[in-house]
């Protein structure tokens, strides 16, 4: 029997302590540590420190035997301390575990803090309490204000969200190589073989791009064969990269110039009124493109579009108009005009539909709306209270991704710049006239957005019906009105969330308010807003971020960049034509590595957490419920998938991140 193995079993507890796995998480300096039992009875001061071995670590665990403590009991609370010593003496922890040998019995201590010298950490076991019954209620008082000092909102632009001041160290990877765009598209391109592409040059024939697709890293996109299709058109409307902008249509936009008889080939014998009534016309307007900078020499539209829900239950465009006023410059395109026509119509309307998506859809109303509310976590909810277990793993590396696409992809020259009509000035004044519109209980929260819509029919799936398994998030049934209004760290919270930006605040509209003041006094509320982030952080963001290569990778798909003017009248379209407004080969080769990277998952499955924050026995079954929900709603999308022509499988759980991390 080793030396190690005769030393644990003559021990009386054994500690064992996870050093976190971040950027300079591991120390040189000494650690002390106090047990604490059920009656209030503390050891001795116990050395952590195994001769002859390097403890402490990052992303190691240590164990440590403790003699001397024989009938001690169960371990209920510690306490725990590091000196300054040692080249590093920086420390991460993210648990301490205690196990009474005798007994078995182990107490768990959740610490995800960084130490600071000479300061006793008291923590209890599971380290999940409410502000108003904590006794260390100074220790969590402290800790936000330290985390007020580095997460600090600003605004980085007229009309943008609020964002994080500076990436706190916190929040950095610990992994540089998987996060690097950079190198894993150059990666891409060698692995593909596709070098020749970076040389600039046009498209000879379709067929010349058909060429670039590869069996294996660059595979043809599902769109190659169908892009020209009415049916794909129709069907990326609602399973697309931009699902969420069709609305029912209760009476024809008033500046789009359709009439019945314009219609009447695509009704289906049927009148206006009657498609109407049927709850069977739908209808776009992205007024919101009209008169949006873009970059110089590069043209935008604003369409408006109607489409049929037609008798074999599939979403067809019916008319597109590209620009929002009538007028004899601005037709009305039909499926009845020629082909090419209407192919590049349908070609200009996605071109505005893509610098929404990428603009608001993808960016703006996930990784940037999303930031703002983890630094107003960050500074008003204690790592101990159960708010914070519950959403720590839905905004995982969040600030950390926002802070490297900005710099590579959103900044002056970069991807949007050169792949996109709108480019960054486009980009950012689109964000800007759209987040203050959005709501965190109309915008985040789906069945009431699509509700609002006119859009929850039972003959469109939107593949968002599994929000309602987020109901399991609601606070512990015993606790009453009185003891959520008593949770200063929840209504600080809120009140953050729901002050302007101009005020300092994040400016989130939709969170209750009282006496001008954003509050959350019922369960119901905060059940609202807790399920609107997480569904956000991971099913909201998957749907818009993991299509993108299917969609955008053969670039006559789903345009984002497109050349020439948008049309103004029906002239015909040749092939030639067509092939002339694609970006060249080096613009496609770019927008075909950048949408692959981004369509890469980057974290476990959603309930499959990297950090286990929630140890609470009471906690546990609830958690296991929502991943057996996930596993049976999981089976139920596979065997619709099983008949669906095309499948679609970006919402299946196993497919969606916990967070986004890309």
Excluded at 245 to 252: G, P, S, V
Excluded at 297 to 323: E, S, T, V, Y
Excluded at 469 to 480: A, C, L, M
């Amino acid at each position: 029997m080793g030396n190690a193995v005769r030393r644990y079993l003559n021990s009386d507890f054994l500690i064992f302590v996870r050093t976190g796995d971040r950027k300079h998480a591991s120390t040189d300096a000494n650690v002390k540590i106090i047990l604490i039992n059920e009656d209030g009875v503390k050891s001795y001061e116990i050395v952590l420190d195994n001769i002859l071995r390097d403890d402490f670590k990052k992303g190691a665990s240590d164990t440590f035997s403790v003699r001397n403590l024989r009938d001690f009991g169960r371990v209920e609370k510690i306490e725990f301390w590091r000196d300054n010593a040692g080249v590093s003496p920086d420390w991460y922890v993210e648990k301490i575990m205690v196990e009474n040998v005798k007994t078995n019995e182990m107490s768990v201590f959740p610490v995800f803090r960084w130490i600071k010298a000479n300061y006793h950490y008291k923590i209890r076991h599971l380290d999940t309490v409410l502000p108003q019954d904590d006794e260390q209620v100074e220790q969590r008082k402290m800790e936000l204000e330290d985390k007020r000092k580095i997460y600090i909102a600003s605004q980085k632009g007229p009309g943008l969200p609020m964002m994080a001041e500076n990436l706190p160290t916190d929040e950095q990877f610990s992994f540089e190589y998987k996060w690097s765009i950079v190198r894993r598209k150059a990666q891409l391109i060698a692995t593909s073989k596709l070098v020749k592409l970076k040389e600039a040059g046009e498209w000879a024939s379709f067929v010349d791009l058909f060429k670039v697709y590869t069996r294996h890293v660059f595979c043809k996109p599902m769109s190659v064969q169908s892009w020209r299709n009415d049916l794909n058109f129709g069907l990326q409307r609602i399973t697309g990269c931009n699902p969420s902008f069709i609305k029912l249509c209760t009476e024809i936009p008033e500046n789009m110039g359709v009439d019945e008889e314009m219609l009447k080939p695509q009704l289906e014998d049927k009148t206006l009124e009657e498609v109407i009534e049927e709850k069977r016309l739908f209808y776009t307007d992205h007024k919101i493109m009209d008169g949006l900078k873009h970059r110089e020499d590069f043209n935008i539209c604003a369409p408006i579009a109607l489409f049929l829900l037609n008798n074999k239950g599939h979403l067809i465009p019916i008319a597109i108009q590209l620009q929002q006023q009538k007028g004899p410059d601005n037709p009305v395109f039909t499926p009845t005009d020629p082909p090419g026509t209407w192919t590049r119509a349908k070609m200009w309307y996605n071109n505005a539909d893509a610098a929404i998506h990428q603009s608001l859809t993808h960016l703006a109303f996930t990784h940037l709306l999303m930031e703002g509310i983890v630094i107003a976590t960050q500074r008003n909810i204690s790592l101990s209270h159960p708010v914070f277990k519950l959403l720590a793993p839905h905004t995982l590396y969040l600030l950390a991704i926002n802070a490297r696409g900005l710099m590579l992809l959103i900044s002056e020259g970069g991807w949007v710049d050169t792949t996109m009509n709108i480019g960054i000035v486009g980009m950012f004044e689109l964000i800007s006239r759209g987040v203050k519109e959005w709501r965190i209980d109309v915008d985040g929260c789906f069945p009431e957005y699509f509700k609002q819509q006119g859009t929850l029919l039972r003959d469109i799936d939107y593949f968002f019906s599994f929000c309602s398994v987020f109901s399991h998030f609601n606070s512990n049934p015993e606790e009453t009105p009185e003891k959520l209004t008593g949770d200063w760290e929840i209504q600080n919270w809120a009140e953050e969330l729901a002050r302007s930006k101009e005020e300092g605040g994040i400016g989130i509209k939709g969170i209750p308010m009282e006496d001008g003041k954003g509050c959350i006094n019922t369960v119901k509320d905060l059940v609202l807003i807790l399920t609107s982030i997480v569904f956000t952080c991971s099913v909201g963001h998957a749907s818009s971020n993991f299509p993108q290569y299917d969609e955008y990778g053969f670039p006559a798909n789903y345009p984002a960049y497109l050349k020439g003017p948008v049309p103004t009248d029906k002239s015909p379209c040749t092939e030639e034509d067509i092939l002339k407004l694609l970006p060249d080969k080096r613009t496609t080769l770019d927008i075909m590595t950048v949408t692959k990277i981004l369509s890469s998952k980057g974290t476990n499955s959603l309930g499959d957490f990297e950090i286990q924050y929630i140890f609470d026995p009471k906690a546990i079954p609830i958690v296991n419920k929502f991943r057996s929900d996930l596993k049976h709603i999981g089976v139920i999308i596979r065997e619709r998938n099983s008949t669906r022509n095309p499948p679609y499988t970006y919402l299946d759980p196993i497919y969606i991140p916990n967070s986004i991390s890309i």
